[in-house]
């Protein structure tokens, strides 16, 4: 920290993403991306004439975009944002209905920004454990007194609430917003996009990282009634009216499109999801409900960390948390068919090697 | 404004970008685009290979793109910083810099962003007054008492600060960090670059939107002394580590490396933007004298909003910003040599019409 950096945020902890090895290679399922490319619409749409057009800005209303995501969901153009990447919107969300009066409510095990964007914005925080099996209590979101955000499915759990569970929460809290993200949900979780006709205070959050094969465009929406739309537009245009670069745009409208595509995708990794938790268990895990593309599991046989660095040793990334809930665990990305038995493969060994 | 959004922020006015017209055809001279398209190499490495590995996150680091920088400016990788077009890089600076006790300093014809940031930070500002010219006089920014940010050359003016001006600006504020936004600095002016070694108080900020015919791809970098790069990573890793896409990233580090194609872009601008002043001026008007990609010009014979309105439809988009001291002019892009031939000749009609 230089002398310069504002006193004020002294106590801010960046988050420390996963690791994204240029050179080396991993049998990589730490970051949750997708194991397979993009559309093949995608190339079809990133043409040398577009290439060129990079001289030009790209459009601030981002229209091309939200149009198909229109289309895709059956909202009005009005009722969509978007962000670079869903953390951007997520990030204005919270500085658009956060302040010193209205706390951001999460659980205490979720997605590491919440706590970040609450720092970063000087806001306060109420954070409501996870019930002992890592479950939510919908109940206990009741009248929280804040913004609640809730990843669902959540992270690093894979967990999921129902849809009837999510609007007891809408329903009990009907004067602060409810942020759903949904970053994971086309996983087999239940989405709250249809009851967004219903509510004022929800905004879903969802991504074309993970169900749309593209993490590295970075693109992100959210999807609300247009009053909470226009909010969060208007710090867009306060922070950065241009933040979705061109080459982005188009191939996010291209993948929102090819819908057989996507679903193929979905379903594929769905299935290796649940065949490798069965893998998993067989091999004497304890593995938690996923309906997200990637599982949590534990052993009592080697600690997390451990478990995370000899794998990596092998040439498996995976993700390991630190916190003390969540330092018993690995969080392990779901990948091609191919990619989970070799790591099946080399886990079993290691756990062999553990004297099991 | 829905009923949620945070009452802290209700005297928020978001920018308003230039138009952006996606159907219709302009003589497009409104938002400081490059009239000539990316370096041919941008072209070469947005392949097929690379639209499948969108399916990966990008790198947090921006490695790639650092080393290219790096080599270009003869920096250390730890001297250079990242973001989605130069407005995020500037808005992390805000963030980094001010706060209650640290107002932003800037002058009061500027671009019309900085005062933005400072109210969605809930920063207060010192606004320094531009002279009767629209110059700036340096050592009105002597002890400021704040962060200063300056656009150098100045926004929409045009008009550029010496090096040694800056110089004296950066020795008589050494409790405070001196942000100059060189957006524009390939036309004409003089670069602070290489007084980062001398300055532990000095960030440079430059874009690839201008000079490096990239709007479209938003990508901006901060250069400075490695521990304010510290300060500006650690608002970037708090708001999105992932805040530049694949592609993106792919075309910055390939354009800043055709230096010959940079050096003869701006070359032609420079020299049109030359022979367009002369000939306005021929005309009657009055011309800043700028070292941008824009000329900031007037007559007495119409209003700047009638200007605007009245070379829009005749198929000319310029800018007008409605303040008071800017209110006579028009901001007028330098495009290339045939379309400032158009723009000059629909002018010279239009202003014949006024009765000249």
Redesign the interface.
């Known amino acids: 920290?230089?002398?310069?950096?504002?006193?004020?945020?002294e106590e801010?902890?960046?988050?420390?993403?996963g690791e994204?090895p240029?050179n080396q290679k991993y049998i990589?399922l730490n970051?949750n991306?997708?194991?397979?490319?993009?559309s093949p619409w995608?190339?079809e749409v990133?043409t040398?004439d577009e290439?060129?057009?990079?001289?030009?800005?790209?459009?601030?209303?981002c229209?091309?975009l939200v149009d198909a995501l229109s289309a895709r969901y059956d909202l009005e153009p009005d009722q969509i944002m978007l962000g670079?990447?869903s953390?951007?919107v997520l990030?204005f969300a919270v500085?658009?209905?956060?302040?010193?009066n209205?706390p951001l409510v999460f659980p205490d095990v979720t997605y590491g920004c919440y706590p970040?964007?609450a720092?970063?914005n000087r806001i306060s925080t109420k954070i409501i454990p996870l019930e002992e099996d890592f479950s939510i209590d919908p109940t206990k979101y009741y009248n929280a007194g804040g913004?609640i955000v809730l990843a669902n499915p959540n992270a690093p759990t894979g967990m999921a609430l129902t849809r009837d569970q999510m609007e007891g929460i809408l329903k009990n809290n009907q004067e602060?917003?409810v942020i759903v993200d949904e970053a994971y949900v086309d996983f087999g979780a239940e989405s709250c996009l249809n009851l967004i006709p219903y509510y004022?205070?929800l905004v879903v959050v969802q991504t074309f990282?993970k169900s749309h094969?593209?993490?590295?465009?970075?693109v992100g929406y959210a999807m609300a009634q247009a009053?909470?739309i226009?909010?969060l537009?208007?710090?867009?245009?306060?922070?950065?009216?241009?933040?979705?670069?061109?080459?982005?745009m188009l191939?996010a409208a291209a993948s929102i499109q090819d819908v057989a595509y996507f679903r193929n995708c979905c379903e594929k990794i769905i299935r290796t999801r649940e065949e490798t938790a069965k893998t998993l268990k067989e091999m004497g895990l304890e593995v938690l409900p996923s309906k997200a593309n990637f599982l949590f599991a534990r052993t009592d046989r080697i600690l997390g960390a451990d478990l995370y660095k000899s794998l990596k040793a092998r040439g498996v990334l995976v993700r390991h948390f630190g916190k003390p809930r969540t330092a018993p665990y690995v969080r392990i990305t779901i990948g091609t068919d191919e990619e989970m038995k070799a790591f099946l493969n080399i886990l079993g060994d290691l756990l062999r090697g553990q004297g099991a």
């Open positions: 920290m230089s002398r310069f950096f504002t006193k004020t945020l801010l902890e960046p988050y420390v993403p994204q240029q990589k970051t991306e997708n194991p397979y490319p993009p995608v190339k990133l040398a290439a060129d057009k990079l001289r030009l800005y790209s459009d601030p209303t229209k091309t670079n990447g953390d951007e990030a500085r658009a209905f956060c302040d010193e209205t970040i964007w720092s970063l913004t602060n917003v004022d205070n990282s094969n593209l993490a590295g465009a970075r009053s909470l226009e909010d537009n208007r710090i867009k245009f306060s922070f950065h009216p241009y933040n979705i670069n061109r080459l982005s191939a």
